[in-house]
């Protein structure tokens, strides 16, 4: 028997400051073709009114999750091909300012192509740099 699966990608992520030194514990994750809100699909589950009568499990916690090492590198692989955001979390550093649209946010828009390593650079900025609403 065989089982077609369909290909995957890689993302190899790069987290530098604007120095160019890495950037060390930078968690990545990516949600590829799920909508995640707290832990449940579509919103917090849990915290229902009727939770009484919700018996769903939460979302196991992401599959396509990593950290960056001493170098800065974060390998995530067998990323399904999608279209979708990239989250980043360090206590120190935050994703600069997107302006996608005219909507500024800290949202990482990545495209993964069917068995293609994607490669992401990004200089990341010490947190508190900047506001969301300010022309800085």
Known sequence: IEVATEPTATL?????????????GAWVGLNPNVIRVN??????????????????????DVPYSTKTDKDGVAVIRNVPTCTGGLELNH?????????LKG??????????????????????????????????
């Open 12 to 24: 190899v992520f790069i987290a530098k400051t604007k120095d160019g030194k890495p950037i060390e």
């Open 39 to 60: 832990g449940g699909l579509f919103g917090d589950m849990r915290r229902s009114s009727e939770a009484p009568f919700n018996k769903q499990v939460p979302l196991p």
């Open 91 to 99: 206590p120190h550093f935050q994703v600069p300012l997107q302006d």
């Open 103 to 136: 909507w500024r946010n800290r949202n990482v828009h990545v495209s993964f192509n069917a068995g293609e390593t994607n490669r992401l650079t990004m200089i990341l900025e010490p947190k508190g740099t900047d506001f969301i609403g300010t022309d800085r």
